[in-house]
């Protein structure tokens, strides 16, 4: 598909995240106003608020689903609903569109350099999966050895474990580095102190945008799926290390997942739809793709430490992933679980084959053995304090891109 | 403490769960009546709610917080507002109370019989921990044997993981057996079918009523939890088995977690309070207890098939814990994770010394090994379709008792 001409020329540079081709969803604000709903495009955000109270371009006509500062109600109205908005929408920021709709759109958008992003929904529950098999292969040999790196039921299950809704927060929010109980190997008890070794993982985060209740298929679950962002689960491998048997990560995931401020639309990447690898072992019938269900979306990694430049530490590809997002929405439907709208899916880390697709500092500095070498100077197996972290991501187009916008993160020093 | 004597008198019975000592917080409804907010009285619920719009007791004197079908308004104001709350309610109950005052009680209240009872609360995040110690060493020695039954991590860290808020469910909502992936130790491939070993756990919920950022204290944290219920965290063993390594329990746990329906206040547990028993290895600062902050409540769990009597086949109590909840919440926070308002955590399956304790039919049966007779004839290694499982619990006073009332459920027959 090639790119589609706005009236806004900034939404027409090859380079820009947001033509008109994407439109993803945000929360805004600007100066001390109230928290509206946005959508992107180009330089500027539309304020969606504001088009439905005029009247100008409503979601739903008997309700108002953008009154408040979350995309939560507007999810809630369903697929149909999902594709007429954007479809509107996306004829009133065309090229060609009646002037007057033009002007209304210019009172009813910002400059998005003027604006302070914040949480796109409010997230029910999040789940943090363990899908990326590179990811996986190397962990497992750092911690178990080669010959028994990936689990027993790696290849069946998408393997995952529920992580900390209340620890979700927008690209921006400074991370501070977490306390914990750690306990060296050689050491004869554990001690209360900040992580040395805080990491990351690159992901993308899955957002469920229609309720369930019992097992769904993975062709439902494709389309329950309203949107995707970038993410960053935050990790402290050394609190991680000593707390994670047998129950699973708990307090070394919690501190903080960073997510990119705009919700990617399921439909925005319908071209760049890929399928999941090639299976040696056949997966059980209730996980099986009918069809391509993963992305092809470029993803990299940008390291600034606090005097210093950007150093780009990883490239990977979400077409990695063993498992699509809509097998992973499946799967933790299949003993009854409920979802919900709201609900966030992390694919698990994204590391490509090579050394320099691997999407942890864990993995890129094999468990602090091989630091990095930073271009400014310095190097790093594990982040420092004062380093920002920044995850990109987009998708390809002929002439354009389908972007996420940044999804960054400072790291502060521990507390006291 | 003795009996606090109402002038309702089905509340002054030496049996009955809801004297005037407790006054524990529900949702109700009656017939096709909307839901609201109600408080247990012998044998009556007082319409909280209720009384609440006829300016006849007030928690908050500017806004309406028990408008809506669940108490997480009431908790946001926190220990000194809820003090306040039941100290009037108690007033207005006790014997001598106004006559007038006796009249508007009645009025604005309701026979228990004719109600239906909701969910008390808003379930923010749900996070189950593991500091039962004969539960742990129990599983532990059926897993890894004797010698390895308790993780090394154990006596330092009340070891917790996250469950799913989602499937939180008041007693009496009936339970859909799972299905799942399992896979038996000689089989070569797993398979998705039925669990056959579905379980319960007998578990204490604690309710958080105020939101924390940050590390909080044992003694913060303690004074942060508004009340506790009975739980039932249901738990397919056969999935649990194949899944659980290397991230802990997933879909195993996610298919029902029942609640009683009554929150009983910290502060009606005041007189039962107790100490967690003494260290062989001593805890870190940030989860050292400054006093008593577990309680002595008596625990059982009747089976009942769907043609037959009543089983009770254990007996415990919480005081069995090693980690009281005020420990399981400092320790949640110690990464930093907020912590929000509604938000449960599960104690861990409560077990006792000897085998009639034990808070599993995995424990009870020895993973299948022993079954238990139950005494309408049959035995039982784990649920079956069309047992109702009935979890009590209630703290002993002189002459009367604080209890939780019921926590049941009704195992149908997995779908298709």
């Known amino acids: 598909m090639a790119l589609r001409r706005s009236w806004l020329d900034s939404a027409n540079a090859p380079d820009c995240d947001f ?191 229609q309720a369930s209740d019992g097992l769904i298929s993975v062709a439902q679950a494709f389309d329950n799926i309203f949107g995707y962002v970038v993410l960053n689960d935050w ?25 990119s401020p705009w919700i990617v639309t399921a439909e925005a990447l319908v071209p760049f739809r890929t399928s999941t690898p090639a299976r040696e072992t056949p997966l059980l019938d209730y996980l099986t793709e009918p069809g391509p269900m993963l992305y092809d979306i470029t993803l990299e990694v940008g390291l600034t430490p606090e005097q210093g430049t950007e150093t780009v530490i990883t490239r990977t590809n979400y077409a990695e992933m063993y498992y699509s997002a809509a097998q992973q929405l499946a799967h933790h439907t299949s003993s009854g679980c409920p979802m919900r709208v709201g609900d966030l899916l992390g694919s698990g880390t994204i590391s490509g084959p090579e050394k320099h697709n691997r999407g942890s500092l864990l993995e890129l500095s094999w468990g602090g053995t091989e630091p990095l070498t930073l271009d400014s100077g310095g190097t790093r197996s594990f982040v420092e304090d004062g380093d920002t972290l920044t995850l990109r991501g987009h998708a390809q187009g002929d002439g354009y891109r389908v972007g996420f916008g940044a999804c960054t993160g400072t790291v502060l020093p521990a507390r006291r």
Chains 1, 2 share one sequence.
């Not at 001690?191 to 899955?206: H, K, N, Q, T, V």
């Not at 000593?242 to 501190?255: I, R």
Request: hydrophobic share 40%; aromatic share 8%.
């Open 19 to 209: 033509p008109l081709n994407n439109l993803p969803f945000g929360v805004f604000s600007v100066g001390d106003s109230d928290l509206r709903c946005g959508v992107a495009i180009g330089d500027r955000i539309v304020d969606a608020t504001g088009l439905e109270a005029a009247g100008l371009l409503r979601a739903d006509p008997q309700a108002d689903v953008l009154d408040a500062p979350f995309w939560n109600d507007f999810m809630e109205l369903g697929p149909a609903a999902w594709s007429r908005y954007r479809a509107a929408l996306t004829a009133m920021l065309a090229e060609g569109a009646d002037e007057a709709l033009q002007d209304h759109i210019i009172t009813h958008s910002v400059q998005m350099t003027r604006a302070a992003l914040h949480m796109p929904f409010r997230v029910s529950e999040y789940t943090d999966f363990y899908s990326g098999r590179h990811h996986a292969t190397n962990v497992g040999t750092m911690f178990r050895g080669a010959e028994n790196a990936l689990p027993p039921n790696w290849l069946h299950i998408p393997i995952g474990y529920n992580g900390r809704a209340s620890s979700v927060v927008v690209s921006g929010t400074p991370v501070t580095r977490p306390h914990g109980q750690i306990k060296g190997q050689d050491d004869a008890a554990p001690r209360f102190a900040p992580s040395a070794r805080f990491d990351i993982e690159l992901e993308i985060g899955a957002i469920v945008g």
């Open 235 to 259: 990790s402290a491998r050394d609190i991680q290390a000593w707390e994670y048997q047998p129950l699973g990560p708990f307090q070394a995931k919690a501190t903080a997942t960073t997510i």
